[in-house]
């Protein structure tokens, strides 16, 4: 596959993302904005160390002057996050929650092999199929942590806020 087939495949995964954005639940849309810009976040950082270490190159992107892949880190990789937290297992086992973790990296990891061997999205010069697993599983589960921590302040800054209009509210 030469540029016009991963120019393609980059239309498809924003239309797939931009897409998926308007399935999130209306009630869970303040969530989902502070993950996906949590994640936009990470796996940016996390992308130009890759990429300035010689591991991963993407030899056919969008932006020329930024040498990540601009689709896989903005817009493809914080979707997959929301969905990964909006369905998050919270009430089950550790194993579970683990589990969960490994298969959404899966789901990440098997298509950028596929990419990798078969287009020239991206080249692998140093990194492995487990780095990506490792490292997609990681910054999911700290999405997971920084959702929890946000919505925890926000939940006892509302809760501070009714008790103290109740406090100065006269009778």
């Known amino acids: 596959m030469r540029g016009g087939m991963d120019a393609y495949i980059l239309l498809a ?28 976040m990470t796996a940016w950082l996390l992308g130009l160390i890759v990429v300035e270490a010689g591991l991963l190159e993407y ?8 040498r990540t892949s601009f689709t896989f880190e903005f817009i493809a990789y914080p979707m997959v ?6 369905y ?10 683990l589990l969960y ?13 596929w990419l990798e061997t078969h287009t020239q999205l991206i080249r692998y010069s140093g990194w492995r199929w487990y780095d990506t697993l490792g490292s997609v599983s990681l910054t999911l589960f700290s999405a997971r942590l ?10 006892m800054r509302s809760v501070a806020a009714s ?5 100065t509210e006269p009778d």
Request: aromatic content about 18%.
């Open 13 to 40: 995964v924003w239309l797939i993302s931009i897409t998926a954005m308007f399935f999130v639940p209306k009630e869970r849309r303040r969530e989902s904005h502070t993950v996906f810009l949590f994640e936009q």
């Open 59 to 66: 030899p056919f992107r969008e932006l020329h002057a930024n």
């Open 81 to 86: 996050s929301v969905y990964y937290n909006l």
């Open 88 to 97: 998050f297992p919270q009430r089950r086992s550790a194993w579970i929650k």
């Open 101 to 113: 973790t490994l298969a959404f990296g899966a789901g990440i990891t098997i298509p950028e092999l």
């Open 146 to 155: 920084y959702r929890n921590w946000f919505l925890h302040k926000v939940q």
């Open 163 to 167: 008790v103290k209009k109740r406090v």
